[in-house]
């Protein structure tokens, strides 16, 4: 008989988004008059066309796949030197990060995942709370929790509250932890970290021989030049940090898939002997075990989003959706509303009005207002009380929700 991982029946019923999916299927089969109203504003999925530097790239690469002569089978597994090395000098200039550290991937929800297939079993974990589910269920997955309790809470974890009384910056851990998640800008209350902040989880990673692994997939929405962009912005991170990156938001690259992870030669783990080996070492072994690579046309997509056109086409994507956010934010502040976040992130993290809960406040605005949101409880107990809002829109479909919140909300 084969055995299944028993660990994924400690799963919680459903995943975030499917259930979701499930709950605006339901509502569609029932309301079928109503279902061409509806506007979707609860997964992040981009939604403006992709950059014209990136399109003609693809065309080109793909051309070249027809002729004998430039065709191309197999790339590298790590990506294509072109486009790590187009990565390391524009997004880490000056930060002592180099080509041989970056690794091209598929895109960096599947990194964050598959990270801990480097990692043995026994790590103390720490994770913010609300997380992006991804963390926490991957490491369900693998074995590295007990069960959930009536909270959803994994047995086996640290959980790290963030909530509005600590102004969303989670306090260190009272106890020593071994692997630490950060996500920042944060996904999904939208806020950031300061370099002093971020500054002193180098430190306790260093002093605790912790490694943390920096979800860095907004990096690019950050408007205000005194927030690091990158991990490597700290002095030491370059010991104690893996960074994970993607081109799925600043470049529209959701439907496509490129991102990368960036493992710097001097981030150690610990072997069973207690032999200090390179984090780097076992991921490079692990990408060419398991992956063949993103494909070529999708790599000189991505290394096009650096041309100038490139850069100033994704500058006006991310101007288009930071101006979503101002909307969203300035509607929810006229409704009444408490609201974080949607000023160096792409996502509006709202306080939910007295007595509702976040999926009864699901059910408000997707019923009353035929408006998709994200109910801030799926993203951990502490998110209980809140919802999220994707600016990822067109202006005219936020334009419209703006008003759907205040005929509903106010």
Same mark, same amino acid.
């Given at each position: ?19 979701i999916?499930?709950?605006? %299927?339901?509502?569609?089969d029932s ?12 997964i ?54 180099s ?5 091209v ?12 297939d ?6 103390r ?30 047995e ?16 260190l ?10 996500c ?10 300061? %370099? ?16 943390i ?20 912005e700290?002095?030491?991170a ?88 101002r909307?969203?934010c ?51 107990s ?29």
């Amino acid at each position: 008989m084969a055995r299944i991982n028993d660990n994924f029946l400690k799963l919680k019923a459903g995943y975030l988004f499917p259930e979701i999916g499930r709950r605006v %299927k339901a509502y569609n089969d029932s309301n079928p008059d109503k279902a061409a109203a509806l506007i979707r504003c609860g997964i992040g999925d981009v939604t403006e066309p992709l950059p014209e530097a990136a399109r003609e790239a693809i065309k080109g690469a793909v051309d070249e796949l027809g002729n004998r002569d430039t065709f191309r089978g197999y790339g590298p597994e790590q990506g294509y030197d072109f486009l790590r090395e187009a990565i390391a000098s524009n997004n880490y200039a000056g930060l002592g990060i180099s080509a041989d550290d970056i690794f091209v991937s598929d895109g960096s929800k599947c990194d964050t995942g598959n990270i801990l297939d480097i990692f043995g079993p026994g790590n103390r974990i720490a994770i913010t709370d609300p997380v992006y589910p991804v963390y926490v269920d991957t490491n369900v997955m693998a074995g590295n929790t007990g069960e959930a309790d009536e909270n959803g809470a994994y047995e086996g974890l640290v959980y790290l509250p963030c909530t509005a009384e600590n102004n969303f910056a989670p306090a260190l851990p009272e106890e020593k932890v071994d692997l630490i998640y950060l996500c920042y800008p944060n996904n999904p209350t939208g806020t950031t970290a300061s %370099k002093e902040e971020l500054t002193k989880w180098v430190d306790y990673a260093k002093a605790n021989d912790a490694i943390i692994l920096y979800d860095a997939a907004y990096a690019a929405f950050i408007q205000d030049e005194s927030i690091p962009k990158s991990i490597y912005e700290i002095e030491g991170a370059d010991e104690c940090a893996i960074e994970f990156c993607s081109f799925s938001k600043n470049g529209g690259f959701t439907g496509i898939r490129c991102g990368w992870v960036v493992a710097p030669p001097g981030v150690t783990g610990a072997s069973a002997s207690g032999e200090r080996i390179p984090l780097r070492q076992l991921w490079s072994r692990r990408t060419s075990t398991k992956f063949n690579g993103a494909s070529y046309p999708i790599q000189r997509g991505a290394e096009a989003l650096y041309s100038e056109a490139g850069k100033a086409q994704v500058s006006e994507l991310i101007s288009h959706y930071m101006e979503n956010a101002r909307l969203l934010c300035e509607a929810c502040q006229k409704a009444n509303l408490t609201v974080f976040g949607g000023v160096n992130a792409p996502y509006v993290w709202v306080k939910c009005p007295e007595g509702i809960s976040s999926w009864e406040m699901f059910d408000k605005m997707l019923n009353e207002a035929q408006v998709v949101v994200t109910p801030g409880s799926g993203f951990g107990s502490a998110g209980e009380g809140y919802f999220r809002i994707s600016a990822f829109n067109s202006r005219e479909n936020v334009e419209e929700v703006c008003q759907r919140i205040l005929d509903n909300l106010a």
